[in-house]
T-cell receptor
Framework: LAKTTQPISMDSYEGQEVNITCSHNNIATNDYITWYQQFPSQGPRFIIQGYKTKVTNEVASLFIPADRKSSTLSLPRVSLSDTAVYYCLVGALGFSNDYKLSFGAGTTVTVRA | KAGVTQTPRYLIKTRGQQVTLSCSPISGHRSVSWYQQTPGQGLQFLFEYFSETQRNKGNFPGRFSGRQFSNSRSEMNVSTLELGDSALYLC????????????FGPGTRLTVT
């Protein structure tokens, strides 16, 4: 099971870039890295997923170094509505009796005006 | 496409009772996972079903059980409720069993008194 470690909280201001790093030292070869966003009293929402190097979509970028022991979610030009908890999830989604998905504690990002 | 739906949204039960929660996945999705979310433990994986079979299971006691129907809809049952079972129960669906993203429902808020 790939355990993840993220900062508990981060503060930012509108228009700034926010970078959240997730450590996953014992990531397995077939593990993918997925980030989710969660607002209070709502289910998590998929943001981005990657395996190695860099992935970019319309809302975020994900940077994964060659050793894959960490990953960084980058949120460009955040707004107040980006205030949420961000989870890093590492796992190989498939059938395994020993497999347990690990969501980690999440990072509370607070964006101020 | 309609998103993942969960019913009921809120539920209050008494210790010792049992409860059944329902989840309807996104149309075409065959995999359904259940999670428990509490302030102290965060997001914890309960189990995953695919094609009516439980494929993965988290570290929860046998009081927590589930099933999946032929139309991919899933139910989760908790028997002999304890105060510690008070939580937000989240259901997530995905198309298959690979590394594709999970899509979460809004959750069922269960309060045990």
């Amino acid at each position: 099971l790939a355990k993840t470690t993220q900062p508990i909280s981060m503060d930012s201001y509108e228009g700034q870039e926010v970078n959240i790093t997730c450590s996953h030292n014992n990531i397995a070869t077939n593990d993918y890295i997925t980030w989710y966003q969660q607002f209070p009293s709502q289910g998590p929402r998929f943001i981005i997923q990657g395996y190695k190097t860099k992935v970019t979509n319309e809302v975020a970028s994900l940077f994964i170094p060659a050793d894959r022991k960490s990953s960084t979610l980058s949120l460009p030009r955040v707004s107040l509505s980006d205030t949420a908890v961000y989870y890093c999830l590492v796992g190989a989604l498939g059938f395994s009796n020993d497999y347990k998905l690990s969501f980690g504690a999440g990072t509370t990002v607070t964006v101020r005006a | 496409k309609a998103g993942v739906t969960q019913t009921p949204r809120y539920l209050i039960k008494t210790r010792g009772q049992q409860v059944t929660l329902s989840c309807s996945p996104i149309s075409g999705h065959r995999s359904v996972s259940w999670y428990q979310q509490t302030p102290g433990q965060g997001l914890q994986f309960l189990f995953e079903y695919f094609s009516e079979t439980q494929r993965n299971k988290g570290n929860f006691p046998g009081r927590f059980s589930g099933r999946q129907f032929s139309n991919s809809r899933s139910e989760m049952n908790v028997s002999t409720l304890e105060l510690g079972d008070s939580a937000l129960y989240l259901c997530a669906s995905r198309a298959g069993t690979g590394v594709e993203a999970q899509y979460f429902g809004p959750g069922t808020r269960l309060t045990v008194t």
